[in-house]
T-cell receptor
Framework: KAGVTQTPRYLIKTRGQQVTLSCSPI?????VSWYQQTPGQGLQFLFE???????NKGNFPGRFSGRQFSNSRSEMNVSTLELGDSALYLC??????????FGPGTRLTVL | AQSVTQLGSHVSVSEGALVLLRCNYS??????LFWYVQYPNQGLQLLLK??????LVKGINGFEAEFKKSETSFHLTKPSAHMSDAAEYFC????????????FGKGTKLTVNP
């Protein structure tokens, strides 16, 4: 089975722009979660989608949003980018409630 | 707020020595517990997990961890370190009966010296 894929792998944006990141889960997995990883804050939960519905949400501003499609693929969007949004964004998918499988991440740099 | 603490942001061991990475969590409510490893420029790979049952859990690459409820701990060990074990290790906990919302520790960077 193919693993979790994330596109693009690297992205450079400027302040004020918006960005969309994509995640394709492992086939058959219906839950997709997103995490932000920074040197200062570590790994932080953004949100989780299951069957196209947001089921959990972390403590991030409304500039961070996401959605899930009927094929379980997910996108996250960050609007009005700030320098502090520079991070590795990780997507994880799960079929059973006890295990998440992570993708390689998208490294976003905001200039 | 529920939290996960990994003692030691950097741990250095010699090749062949015991690896011990510490993890404590904040709540006495039985959680699901995980250890992940991250190699440079890569995502997270699951090493092992505890959900229910036997408290000593064996994972990949010779790692194991023991859930100690009374100590709210889930320390990761490996009897003999290998150069390829050099990476960053993250302890994660889920208190929602599943892993959909993981709370991570800050990570421990393991260096293995020849």
């Amino acid at each position: 089975k193919a693993g979790v894929t994330q596109t693009p792998r690297y992205l450079i944006k400027t302040r004020g722009q918006q960005v969309t990141l994509s995640c394709s889960p492992i086939s058959g997995h219906r839950s997709v979660s997103w995490y932000q990883q920074t040197p200062g804050q570590g790994l932080q939960f953004l949100f989780e989608y299951f069957s196209e519905t947001q089921r959990n949400k972390g403590n991030f501003p409304g500039r961070f949003s996401g959605r899930q499609f009927s094929n379980s693929r997910s996108e996250m969007n960050v609007s009005t980018l700030e320098l502090g949004d520079s991070a590795l964004y990780l997507c994880a998918s799960s079929a059973k409630v006890d295990t998440q499988y992570f993708g390689p991440g998208t490294r976003l740099t905001v200039l | 707020a529920q939290s996960v603490t990994q003692l030691g942001s950097h741990v250095s061991v010699s090749e062949g020595a015991l690896v011990l990475l510490r993890c404590n969590y904040s709540s006495s409510v039985p959680p699901y517990l995980f250890w992940y490893v991250q190699y440079p420029n890569q995502g997270l790979q699951l090493l092992l997990k505890y959900t229910t049952g036997a408290t000593l859990v064996k994972g990949i690459n010779g790692f194991e961890a023991e859930f100690k409820k009374s100590e709210t701990s889930f320390h990761l060990t490996k009897p003999s370190a290998h150069m390829s074990d050099a990476a960053e290790y993250f302890c994660a906990v889920s208190w929602q009966g599943g892993s959909e919302k993981l709370v991570f520790g800050k990570g421990t960077k393991l260096t293995v010296n020849p």
